[in-house]
């Protein structure tokens, strides 16, 4: 074995979030290398982060991961929720569902994480990645210049053996969990609030006699346990999680075994039965917030997931915000490594995720108190019932929660569109398109997936009514492609017209592949009028990057331009 290697990024932490980095990169061509301490393979890691939602869902198709996560995991498209024996709705889950609404993906998916670690590490295998399972990050040195471009020496050793090798990069990835080696040895405080609350979660093989029980997911609003969590997961299997009340820390205290924990379990479920075949893990933790100061230091060194913020399960957020984490870092990490942007590019990353960590933490704190059956401080005297304080903390918000109205401020990568009503910084939105010649419509996410690359739309409205601009408009966006670094961008045209007048498609001018928006979804989800048009420049990310005119391409040249020549 070499005893020094070079790669493009290295990437500490083997969990979803590493993979995830790491396979995106491989997509774009760049390469990395994976350092991971246990051979998850061989481990039972059942537990932990299992419900992926819509927006999550969104970017995970469009990695190419999506079909196979699919067929292993629980589709969950309903809830029920009791309190005393009794079915009430509007509550809980059931909010989620109402309001899960602009998007194909409309459904969670619940799939342990042991199940989606899988999937991402083959896959990244599959694109010739490199992975260093049962090795140990020792330290690593940021040098200011170096004349190769490898500013980063690493010391890895594997457990096994003693063996070291040294790992030079250009950059180092700590996605290696709170306690982050990387996010310590650079010396970014990672601080947060220290709570009372605990919680029990506990997967296996469960049966009861609750109404519906099999729907995907349902809560117990429980006098004694808090608001109870019974979610359907992979493999038959179920998650039964409550809250460690007061009583119960008195009663347990840090001690509480497996057996003691579903005896709770049974008696959260009453008036319901809970019988137990088969128990597959389970655990007792406490609930601490916390958010890195920063995620991007030293030029060289970021930090994703779990080494940069932590928080409770309660809202179910941990797996979906490290995807998102992953998602917005690899396009940007990917193209700085390419040449197409200076590093500068990097801190939009700390820019957008750490507000959003920061958000989801204030929110997590009011969550984690309610689930526990506690009113925080804020909202004593207003409310007397936690599980109502809960229910509309969650109605407020969903949009957040499930991903589809996370959004970002302007910066270079986002600046604000001279049409449409989708503000720069937001999710571009899907829409139904139709193939020449096809019957079958094909989402637009499916034509822009993710690879590293802009998406440059022409929403080229009615042709009869746009042809002129658009014309000019083609013209200068085929001048603005041979300009743009290879790879950069890819190009497609819609028309808002039925496929069966596709006999003017000769004399239509068009840049990229055409498609047919025949029931103007795709003009109307942007807001764009057809008797006018549009062009979309979205991130490869799918997020809005900026919009305008077919008579004025000059503001999307100069937005891209601006963005890669950034320095």
């Known amino acids: 074995m070499k005893t020094t290697v070079n790669t493009d990024v290295l990437i500490v932490g083997g969990g979803p979030v590493g993979l995830l980095i790491s396979y995106s990169l491989a997509r774009q061509g760049v390469a990395s290398i994976v350092v991971a301490q246990h051979d998850k393979e061989q481990q039972a890691m059942y537990g ?17 991961l999506l079909e196979e996560l699919n067929q292993i995991g629980y589709i969950g498209r309903n809830s029920v929720t009791y309190k005393d024996g009794r079915r009430v709705t509007s509550r809980g889950w ?26 991402i590490r083959t896959a990244y295998l599959e694109q010739g990645g ?38 030079k990069s250009k950059f180092i990835v700590g996605a290696d969990g709170s306690h982050s080696l990387v996010r310590r040895s650079a010396n970014i405080p990672f601080e947060g609030d220290h709570t009372q609350f605990k919680w029990v979660r506990i997967d296996g093989i469960f049966s009861t006699n609750m109404p519906d029980a ?82 991007y230091t030293n030029s060289r060194v970021l930090l994703a997931g779990d080494a940069c913020h932590t928080h409770s399960s309660g809202a179910t957020q941990g797996m979906n915000t490290g995807v998102h984490d992953a998602v917005n870092l690899s396009w940007k990490l990917g193209g700085v490594v390419k040449g197409w942007y200076s590093t500068e590019i990097l801190h939009t990353y700390d820019l957008e995720r750490r507000p959003a960590a920061q958000h989801l933490i204030e929110l997590d704190k009011a969550f984690s108190a309610t689930i526990s059956g506690q009113i925080p401080d804020s909202h004593k005297g207003a409310y007397v019932d936690a599980n109502e304080l809960f229910t509309r903390l969650f109605d407020e918000t969903i949009q957040f929660n499930i991903g589809l109205g996370i959004h970002y401020d302007e910066t270079i990568i986002n600046k604000s569109p001279s049409t449409g009503m989708i503000s720069a910084g937001w999710r571009g939105p899907d829409a139904l398109l139709y193939a020449p010649g096809s019957r079958i419509p094909v989402r637009l996410f499916q034509l822009i997936p993710n690879y590293g690359k802009w998406s440059v739309i022409v929403l080229a409205g ?97 937005f891209l331009k601006e963005v890669i020549l950034t320095h």
């Open 462 to 558: 009615q042709p009869l009514a746009t042809r002129e601009k658009l014309g000019k408009a083609v013209e200068q966006l085929s001048r603005l492609r041979d300009s743009l670094p290879c790879g950069l961008a890819h190009f497609l045209t819609i028309l808002a017209q039925s496929p069966a007048e596709g006999d003017q498609m000769f004399a239509t001018p068009k840049i990229g592949k055409m498609y047919y928006d025949q029931e103007r979804s795709a003009h109307a989800a942007y807001s764009i009028s057809t008797m006018e048009g549009a062009v979309v420049a979205l991130r490869p990310d799918g997020i809005m990057g900026h919009a305008a005119n077919l008579d004025n391409i000059e503001s999307i040249e100069s």
């Open 94 to 119: 059931h909010i989620m569902f109402e309001r899960m609404n602009g998007t194909f993906r409309d459904y969670c998916l619940n799939i342990r994480q042991k199940y989606s670690e899988d999937v």
């Open 214 to 295: 099999d729907v995907g997911f349902a809560s117990i609003e429980s006098k004694s346990h808090g608001n109870v969590l019974w979610v359907q997961l992979d493999h038959g299997v179920k998650r039964i999680g409550f809250a460690m009340t007061d009583e119960m820390l008195a009663k347990y205290g840090e001690k509480l075994t497996q057996e003691q924990a579903i005896e709770e379990a049974r008696k959260s479920m009453e008036p319901f039965t809970f019988e137990v075949q088969k128990v597959e893990w389970w655990t007792l933790y406490s609930i601490n917030p916390k958010v890195a100061d920063t995620f």
């Open 130 to 167: 490199e992975a260093y399972i049962g090795w140990k990050l020792e330290g690593y040195a940021v040098e200011d210049v170096a004349n190769d471009g490898y500013n980063v020496t690493s010391q890895i050793r594997q457990w096994s053996t003693d063996k070291t090798v040294t790992v």
């Open 48 to 64: 932990r982060a299992t419900t992926l939602y819509p927006r999550t869902l969104e970017m995970l198709d469009q990695l190419g």
